[in-house]
């Protein structure tokens, strides 16, 4: 029976041959949970245990706890649950990266918590992002990872997949997060929804892998279960740099003939840049349909577009020039490791020299979170996922997204601007 990529990580989880469809009981390669949802993973699995002799989660090592929405603790309750998650992973052994590392979704693939075919869950719904690797990775909820801290398993139904073959050289200025905008707003936030959404075709075999992580983060945002690219060589020379002796096992593709739900064709050749308008991932247009909307603040960072690569278009954007007056520019590398090569490069004191503002590596204003917010009326253009109401500050401002390399040219500007006229 020839099966999806998707079908041969859950055959594997399951120790037999599985279909899409199928109700299974999965064995979980990986485990992670954050500051927010962890404190109520940890209080569930505690009910779970309660009164057993063996209090212990199924198998510390394959359970990652990391800090990055409230970093540094920006309340007493933040803190508190800090302190909470610190005592638990010390009590089970448990890796926890604290407040340094990092956005979790970066982190966890760049420290070799990811593998080709590996089943991942992660409390938060971008852990889609690790698809990006060849691993089927899936956001739960809170009360499933307290099932899975106890068992180290959870129920799926084995997800269809819907096969996305993007072509093309990608056009000046056009990058990855281009691509998937245009895919959502083509398919719609339910256009896969409970399906693995797999990206293929020439423009995703030529991205990087940051460029395959901004693809599969995004695949929640048209409702699917996860995102995923094949593994490939360069999947091996980036997983041979952080795992001693790696070595990629073809099998983890989609057969020849293995039946899909559905499969679109892209060709991305003449693609615009993209930008999803207020207040839906879906509602996107091109940059020329919105260039002139007046805006008070850009965004660039969150685990869509936070890696070095993503910052590196921005530096090269600016290149000397200053923040437009009335922006405010925040630059927020996704890890230690991205923060530590953006330093490196110079282009911190290139960016605070342009009037930007660099933080450390966390989450910032993507959820609302403890700085960067929007007040009433105004005006945000993010590199991160969502635009929802309330998203990035309050209910009354509005969320755009875009590329890196659109929200530097707009930066510039204080308005909406084509970066391919900068």
Request: charged fraction near 25%.
């Amino acid at each position: 029976m020839a099966q999806t990529i998707s079908e041969k990580i859950f055959s594997k989880a399951c120790d037999k041959k599985v279909k899409a469809g199928d109700f299974v009981l999965a064995n979980i390669d990986c485990a992670m949970t954050h500051d927010i949802t962890g404190p109520l993973a940890v209080w569930g699995f505690r009910e779970i245990v309660k009164g057993k002799k063996n209090r212990k989660v199924w198998d510390p090592s394959k359970i990652v706890i990391l800090f990055d929405h409230q970093v540094p603790a920006d309340s007493l309750n933040a803190a508190a649950n800090h302190i909470f998650l610190r005592q638990f992973a010390k009590e089970q052994g448990i890796l926890n990266y604290d407040v340094f590392e990092g956005v979790c979704h970066q982190v966890m693939p760049e420290k070799g918590h990811v593998r080709p075919g590996d089943l991942i869950v992660g409390s938060d719904s971008h852990t889609c992002a690790y698809g990006a690797l060849g691993a089927f990775s899936t956001g739960i909820g809170s009360t499933d990872m307290a099932f899975v801290f106890a068992t180290g398993k959870l129920w799926f139904r084995v997800p269809q997949t819907f096969r996305f073959e993007v072509e093309g050289k990608l056009p000046r200025c056009v990058y990855p997060k281009d691509v998937i905008l245009h895919l959502i707003g083509d398919v719609g936030v339910e256009g896969a929804r409970y399906m693995t959404s797999e990206f293929c075709g020439s423009t995703v075999r030529n991205m990087d892998v940051s460029g395959r992580m901004t693809m599969s983060n995004m695949a929640i945002e048209m409702g699917g279960k996860a995102g995923i690219v094949e593994a490939d060589k360069t999947t091996e020379k980036y997983l041979a740099e952080r795992i001693p002796g790696f070595t990629l096992d073809p099998k983890w593709k989609s057969d020849k003939d293995a039946l899909f739900a559905e499969s679109k064709h892209y060709d991305v050749s003449d693609l615009s840049p993209q930008v999803a308008c207020p207040h839906n991932v879906d509602n996107v247009k091109s940059v020329e349909e919105v260039e002139g909307t007046k805006i008070d603040q850009v965004f660039v960072g969150s685990c869509t577009n936070g890696r070095f690569e993503d910052i590196e278009i921005v530096a090269k954007m600016l290149d000397g020039e200053k923040v437009a007056k009335g922006v405010r520019l925040l630059i927020i590398p996704a890890s230690h490791t991205e923060y530590m090569k953006t330093l490196r490069a110079g282009y911190v004191e290139q960016f605070m020299e342009a009037g930007a503002i660099v933080e450390s590596p966390c989450c910032g204003p993507c959820m609302g979170g403890s700085f960067g917010l929007l007040g009433k009326g105004e005006v945000g253009l993010s590199t991160s996922n969502r635009n929802f109401k309330g998203r990035q500050g309050s209910p009354d401002a509005f969320v755009y997204l875009s590329s890196p390399a659109t929200a530097a040219a707009s930066a510039l500007y204080g308005e909406i601007k084509d970066p391919r006229k900068v």
